[in-house]
Structure formats: structure tokens, C-alpha cells
Nanobody
Framework: QVHLRESGGGSVQAGGSLYLTCAAS????????MAWFRQAPGKEREAVANIDNVGSVLYADSVKGRFALSRDNAKIFLRMNRLRSEDSGIYYC???????????????WGQGTQVTVSS
């Protein structure tokens, strides 16, 4: 069993920055893909960025150049710069074995943390 604990988030004005952290606990979590997803009201959950166990990162086009995802074993860090109102939503940390780009393989999820960007 893997447990994910998120921290960070909050409210910021457009153009500002926020920092999210997710810590995974569990015997094999350091080998898992880990990722951030987000969900805005009335919209489907979407991928933000993922990172595999050797540090390769993929970003959604909407956040490239603004967000930076890094990893230290079973903990990941998301630095969000130049935030926009459309970045608002609940941000979820996820983890799982297999291919990082396959949504269905993320079988562990955090509770989510709210990010609100005001324009």
C-alpha cells in the first residue's frame, strides 16, 4: 500500500508562484511514476506533469515553461510560476507502476490541495 501526502497550494494573484510537495510512503514507492493532476469545477481531471523513477519529466503543453517538476526518491516537488487563472483547481498527487503516461496505471491518489489564482 502506498500513501500520498500533499502540501502547499493556496491562493495567489495571476503572475505569482506556488510550490506543491507530495510525499509517498510505501516499500516500493521510490520506483513508481509520480504525477500531478488537476481538476477545475465542471471539468475533467487532467494531467499536469509526471516524473519517472530516473527523473524523466513530461509536462502538459499548457504548463511548459512555467512549471517545474522534480523528485527526491519518493517525494516530488512542483514549482508553479507565472500562474494564470486557468491554473486554478484541485491538484492531486498520484503514483503507480508502469508507464507514466497511462492514466489508468495511477492507482494511488492523494486527497488533493486547492490552488486558486485570481486575475
Amino acid at each position: 500500500q502506498v500513501h500520498l501526502r500533499e502540501s502547499g497550494g493556496g491562493s495567489v494573484q495571476a503572475g505569482g508562484s506556488l510550490y506543491l510537495t507530495c510525499a509517498a510512503s510505501g516499500s516500493t514507492s521510490e520506483r513508481f511514476c509520480m504525477a500531478w493532476f488537476r481538476q477545475a469545477p465542471g471539468k475533467e481531471r487532467e494531467a499536469v506533469a509526471n516524473i519517472d523513477n530516473v527523473g524523466s519529466v513530461l509536462y502538459a503543453d499548457s504548463v511548459k515553461g512555467r512549471f517545474a517538476l522534480s523528485r527526491d526518491n519518493a517525494k516530488i516537488f512542483l514549482r508553479m510560476n507565472r500562474l494564470r487563472s486557468e491554473d486554478s483547481g484541485i491538484y492531486y498527487c498520484a503514483a503507480g507502476p508502469g508507464f507514466c503516461t497511462v492514466f489508468e496505471m495511477y492507482n494511488y491518489w492523494g486527497q488533493g490541495t486547492q490552488v486558486t489564482v485570481s486575475s
